[in-house]
C-alpha cells in the first residue's frame, strides 16, 4: 500500500463516492469531433474524469435503448457520458434518462465533489476547489498506509489530515521532498501547514521539521 497518487485518471471509472446512491452525468459536448468517445475520453481524462458506461446515442441508440443501459449499468458513484451532437439521440432522451434515474432513487453530484468529504472536503472547498493551487481530484477520500490518517490526491498536489495536525495541503517541490522522504511515515511526518510565502522562496511546517 503506498500513499503515492495513480498515474492516470482510470481510478475514476467507478471510484466517486459510491456511500450514496448519486451519479453523474458527464455531457461530450466537442463538437469539431462529435460522435468521437476516443476523443471525450482523451480530454475528460485530461481533466480529472472518466466515465462509468457511454448510453450510445453517439451511434444512434433508441431512447429505449439509452434507458436499458441506464437501468443496466448504473450503480453508486457511477459517471454517465453523453453526447451532444446533432447525430446523437442523447438530447432526446435526456428527460427520460433524468427521470429514470430519479425513480431508481439516484440524486446528481459533481465528480470534483463527490470524491471528497469532510474536513479534507472543507479544506478544499477553502483553497477554492478545482480552481486553487491543487486543481481536480484524482483519488477518492483514501487512508494513509499508517493507518493514522487520510489524504486525496489532486491534480497538483495533496491534503492530508491527522487527528493531531487536521488538514493541510502539500504540492510542488515541497511535496516532491516530502513524498521523497516517506510521507507521513517518514522522519517530517504530517504537515502542519499549507505552504506559505517565507523569505527568499516557499516553506511548508511538519511535524518533524520544515521544508522550503
Not at 89 to 118: K, N, Q
Not at 149 to 155: C, I, K, L, P, R
Not at 192 to 198: C, F, H, I, M, T
Amino acid at each position: 500500500m503506498s500513499d503515492t497518487a495513480p498515474a492516470s485518471a482510470k481510478v475514476f471509472t467507478r471510484a466517486y463516492n459510491t456511500t450514496t446512491r448519486a451519479v453523474t452525468l458527464t455531457f461530450d459536448a466537442d463538437y469539431w469531433s462529435p460522435g468521437n468517445p476516443a476523443e471525450v475520453l482523451r480530454i475528460l481524462r485530461e481533466n480529472g474524469f472518466d466515465w462509468t458506461f457511454d448510453t450510445t446515442g453517439y451511434q444512434g441508440a433508441s431512447t429505449a435503448q439509452i434507458l436499458q443501459r441506464v437501468r443496466q449499468h448504473t450503480v453508486p458513484g457511477a459517471t454517465i457520458v453523453m453526447h451532444l451532437s446533432n447525430e446523437s439521440t442523447d438530447t432526446a432522451a435526456l428527460p427520460s434518462v433524468i427521470s429514470t434515474l430519479r425513480s431508481m432513487g439516484y440524486g446528481f453530484t459533481t465528480p470534483y465533489l463527490a470524491v471528497i468529504r469532510g474536513v479534507i472536503g472543507d479544506k478544499y472547498g477553502a483553497l477554492g476547489a478545482r480552481n486553487s493551487v491543487l486543481g481536480f481530484p484524482r483519488t477518492d477520500e483514501t487512508a494513509t498506509p499508517d493507518g493514522v490518517g487520510w489524504h486525496n490526491h489532486f491534480q497538483k498536489g495533496s491534503i492530508y489530515w491527522s487527528p493531531e495536525t487536521a488538514a493541510h495541503e502539500v504540492h510542488g517541490m515541497i511535496r516532491d521532498k516530502w513524498a521523497a522522504l516517506g510521507w507521513g511515515r517518514g522522519l517530517l511526518g504530517y504537515p502542519l501547514s499549507d505552504e506559505v510565502g517565507v523569505t527568499g522562496g516557499r516553506g511548508s511546517q511538519f511535524q518533524g521539521g520544515n521544508v522550503y
